[in-house]
């Protein structure tokens, strides 16, 4: 504290550094935000182009640049030896690094596990939500307070991390499709044509003396003298016919490929006087199947889209504004889930000590994060067993991550005794981790897999607005019920009436991004059924 000439403490001069402090770690909180949100297209377009090695390796340098300097700032005390402006650049790093190898570990597991997208993505996902309470709980366990010897286990820590993942980073392409095991009743007369498909790079052939299904009625059905090389002309013809399904020719956006493998394959007719079978066999064949070359899991109908293109689909600001409005609710008691800690300790236990207000808050703090890791766990394989097992959408998820969210809010608007603050804390976490365990496989559903890390940078934007607005509101409502005290802090004595108006806001948000969810999923509903009709009728077509 700094004394005036006459001994007094210079309230004045102490509270101006006081609100230096405030704004500098507010200055560095930002840097650290730009890193790891606005850094999110940039590097999402270099894993994409150059693999995700190139965006392990950068965020491990980038890591370095950060820690390392602010370690040794922190190691040497007030004039040490970094200025602000550096700091915050070293912020910027640290927020770049964890931005990029974390987006390369994201675009792996999706392009990886194609099949099972929303459980590979929830391994990492839920490890990111982890690393902050578990190195925030070595560092106090071990180092107590001492900052500089925290920052320096993050310097090692996240260094040898990625550095002993790196060799072992790598995408599979899959190889060649394989086929869904047939029923007893149909092996006998199936077997040949499952035979005949492996190795066809069409995935469907004629054999002689079978006859195919011309794509159009004005063309004549090809027999067995007509040649194979008539039947191959005759089958990519049916392919092409079949891509225009899906393959948005207008936009551009996609290479034009077969979108139903198993349509084609089943255009294969059976013995003689079996028949084709087609309903039983379009049936079976709709199971998953693995990923081709370009990373595109063959039951799915959407297209590659990356880039500007994105902002032209309706999809892209379904996903952008549901993550804005739920991502925002939870930045905004994450960031300030120490000013509610202590609003009602301070009006609820007024005798309450300096260490009390500190234990409460880290004790938050660490809810947070574990509560965080078991949302985005659950939400990442659970939306896989949506798929998988129930049919349903992923947004299933989404909606049920905008309701805890909402059940949240609820609790907070009425919680006084802090004692009931965890629940509240509990709730934003999973409702939190549930939000971003299921947003990956989301975006590779809808947009594709091989621009999934451009597409993240896109989308993670959208925390970045919402987190802004919400946190701004959040302060000013604080300090519209706060004053000034005598070491140059804010103090509000109201208890829940220093945030209270904040949730409400925020309690209206969720249950639009719930309301917005329903909408998404009815849509998406519609559009399956679109397809199956499309199906359907190319099915008695080629009949």
């Known amino acids: 504290m700094a004394h005036s000439d006459r001994g007094q403490p210079d309230c004045t001069k102490d509270e101006g550094v006081k609100s230096y402090d405030h704004k500098l770690n507010k200055t560095q909180g930002v840097a650290g935000n730009l890193g790891m949100y606005g850094m999110g297209i940039p590097a999402g377009l270099l894993i994409d182009r150059r693999g995700p090695k190139y965006g392990i390796a950068i965020g491990t340098i980038a890591l370095a640049f950060g820690y390392f300097p602010l370690h040794s700032a922190y190691g040497q005390g007030p004039g040490g030896s970094i200025g602000f402006y550096l700091s915050c650049l070293c912020c910027f790093f640290t927020g770049t690094g964890s931005c990029t190898a974390f987006t390369a570990a994201i675009k792996t597991a999706t392009f990886n596990w194609p099949e099972h997208r929303g459980t590979a993505t929830a391994f990492p996902l839920s490890a990111f939500g982890l690393s902050a309470f578990v190195f925030a709980s070595i560092g106090t366990l071990a180092f107590g307070d001492n900052i500089a010897d925290l920052l320096l286990l993050l310097s090692i820590g996240t260094l040898c991390f990625n550095l002993l993942g790196l060799p072992f980073i790598r995408l599979i392409s ?29 995935m469907s052939t004629v054999r002689p003396g079978e006859r195919h299904p011309s794509p159009h009625p004005s063309q004549p059905v090809n027999s067995a003298t007509n040649g194979s090389s008539d039947a191959r002309a005759n089958l990519t013809t049916t392919a092409t016919t079949e891509s225009r399904l899906v393959v948005d020719e207008e936009q551009g956006l996609a290479r034009s490929r077969v979108a139903s493998p198993s349509l084609s394959s089943n255009s294969v007719s059976s013995e003689e006087g079996q028949g084709l079978r087609l309903s039983r066999s379009v049936s079976r064949q709709s199971a998953p199947r693995p990923t081709s070359a370009g990373g595109r899991s063959s039951h799915d109908y959407g297209l590659e889209i990356t880039g500007f293109k994105l902002l032209e689909r309706l999809e892209f600001w379904q996903l952008f504004v549901m993550l804005a409005l739920l991502a925002g609710v939870g930045l905004m008691t994450i960031n300030n889930i120490g000013n509610n800690v202590k609003a009602l300790i301070r009006h609820w236990i007024p005798t309450a000590t300096p260490t009390y207000y500190r234990s409460s808050e880290a004790f938050h703090v660490s809810l947070l994060s574990l509560f965080s890791f078991v949302g985005r766990f659950l939400s990442g394989v659970g939306s896989d067993f949506l798929v998988k097992r129930l049919q349903a959408s992923r947004f299933w998820c989404l909606t049920v991550s905008g309701g805890v969210f909402t059940l949240a809010q609820m609790f907070a608007i009425g919680t006084r005794n802090p004692h009931l603050l965890p629940i509240v804390t509990v709730l934003t976490g999973i409702a939190y981790g549930a939000l971003f365990g299921v947003y990956p496989a989301l975006i590779a559903d809808t947009f594709g897999v091989s621009g999934l890390s451009l597409n993240w940078g896109y989308i993670i934007f959208a925390p970045v607005v919402s987190g802004f607005i919400f946190n701004r509101y959040y302060g000013w409502v604080y300090d519209d019920h706060s004053h000034i005290i005598n070491d140059g802090t804010l103090d509000c004595p109201d208890g829940l009436d220093c945030y209270q108006m904040a949730y409400f806001i925020t309690c209206g948000s969720s249950m639009a991004a719930v309301a917005l969810s329903l909408w998404c999923i009815s849509l998406q509903n519609q559009r399956a059924k679109g397809r199956t009709r499309a199906l359907s009728r190319s099915v008695r077509y080629g009949e």
């Open 174 to 202: 899959a190889g060649q499709e394989y086929d869904v095991l047939p029923s007893d009743e149909d092996r006998a007369d199936v077997r040949p044509a499952v035979k005949a498909r492996s190795r066809a790079s069409t």
